[in-house]
Nanobody, 121 residues
């Protein structure tokens, strides 16, 4: 069974920081591309940051220089360090994996359940 479990969300004041974690199970993590998406109320889900199996990162323009995505293959976990948070960063953040599950050779996309991040004074 594939599981992606996010943690580390919560409420923070503008200018503050949070670190999201996504622990995975059931996928070949080291061969998977990982990403964080977010969805604000009434908005479409958007890509925030991604990291390939080889460690290449990519960021949405609106978070470039403030957020950092990283991965720990030994822990099968991906992280999102969020600094200088703004009210417009308020959203539900979702972990995404694209890779093969155990016992399979083909890749599929998997999602976590999402975690709330609220930036407000």
């Amino acid at each position: 069974q594939v599981q992606l479990v996010e943690s580390g969300g919560g409420s923070v004041q503008p200018g503050g920081s949070l670190r999201l974690s996504c622990a995975t199970a059931g996928i070949l993590f080291s061969r998977s591309d990982m990403a964080w998406y977010r969805q604000a109320p009434g908005q479409l889900r958007e890509l925030v940051a991604g990291i390939t199996s080889g460690g290449v990162t990519d960021y949405a323009d609106v978070v470039q220089g403030r957020f950092a995505i990283s991965r720990d293959n030994a822990r099968r976990t991906v992280y999102l360090q969020m600094n200088s948070l703004k009210p417009e960063d308020t959203a539900v953040y979702f972990c995404n994996a694209k890779g093969p599950r155990y016992g399979r050779s083909s890749s599929s996309a998997f999602w976590g359940q999402g975690i709330q991040v609220t930036v407000s004074s």
